[in-house]
């Protein structure tokens, strides 16, 4: 399995700020995703993160409150933009393995929001 | 919609005993299952995989059933150590790659 490094790992920030996180990969994936996780609620794709192109976001999520960069096959970020209380949550990223089927994680962002 | 569901949100099971976490889905189109175990203030970690064109796989203590005529799987544990103490997360998966993910079973291994 990938070792995937996430920055940074918890954060408390303002209303109306943004926020970026990283994620750093050990090695070449070609499939990266951002997952959201809302206080005592599940995983919920935000988006997956094409290397070299737009994202594709899952309905529910655009590009101007979550803007996602990709610039190469090892590393990602995710703007949470223009925040409220509501976008407090867990931030994670995962990508696929060698087994296309399974995704891996990182250890998440938690972001609170005041 | 929840197309993926864990109806019991908590379970509580002495050691050495098993430990069945059950999940239901609704679309037919999923391709395969796995079974996730998340600690607090950690990312979920990966534990096994069924594909839906079989009905069983087993990995050391954990086993997981799929039973696609009821769209119902499920992990059994055995036995149940208190280290498997973690809330776990059932998730469908098909031809994209995306992960839908249900609400979590928090499992409670009593020493």
């Known amino acids: 399995s990938a070792v995937i490094s996430q920055k940074p790992s918890r954060d408390i920030c303002q209303r109306g700020t943004s926020l970026t996180i990283q994620c750093q990969v050990d090695?070449?994936?070609?499939?990266m995703f951002w997952y959201r996780q809302q206080p005592g609620q599940s995983l919920t794709l935000i988006a997956t993160?094409?290397?070299?192109?737009?994202?594709?976001?899952e309905s529910g999520f655009v590009i101007d409150k979550f803007p996602i960069s990709r610039p190469n096959l090892t590393f990602s970020t995710l703007t949470v933009s223009n925040m409220s209380p509501e976008d407090s949550s867990i931030y994670l990223c995962?990508?696929?393995?060698?087994?296309?089927?399974?995704?891996?994680f990182g250890a998440g962002t938690r972001l609170s929001v005041l | 919609d929840q197309q993926v569901k864990q109806n019991s949100p908590s379970l509580s099971v002495q050691e050495g005993r098993i430990s069945i976490l059950n999940c239901d889905y609704t679309?037919?189109?999923?391709?395969?299952f796995l079974w996730y175990k998340k600690y607090p203030a950690e990312g979920p970690t990966f534990l096994i995989s069924?594909?839906?064109?079989?009905d069983k796989n087993e990995d050391g203590r954990f086993t997981v059933f799929l039973n696609k005529s009821a769209k119902h799987l499920s992990l059994h544990i055995v036995p149940s150590q208190p280290g498997d103490s973690a809330v776990y997360f059932c998730?469908?998966?098909?031809?994209?790659?995306?992960?839908?993910f249900g609400t979590g079973t928090l499992l409670a291994v009593q020493p």
């Open positions: 995962s990508v696929v393995g060698g087994n296309r089927n399974i995704q891996y």
């Open positions: 090695s070449q994936v070609t499939m």
């Open positions: 998730a469908a998966g098909g031809a994209t790659n995306k992960l839908i």
């Open positions: 679309n037919s189109m999923f391709d395969y």
């Open positions: 069924i594909s839906s064109i079989k």
């Open positions: 993160a094409n290397q070299g192109s737009e994202a594709t976001y």
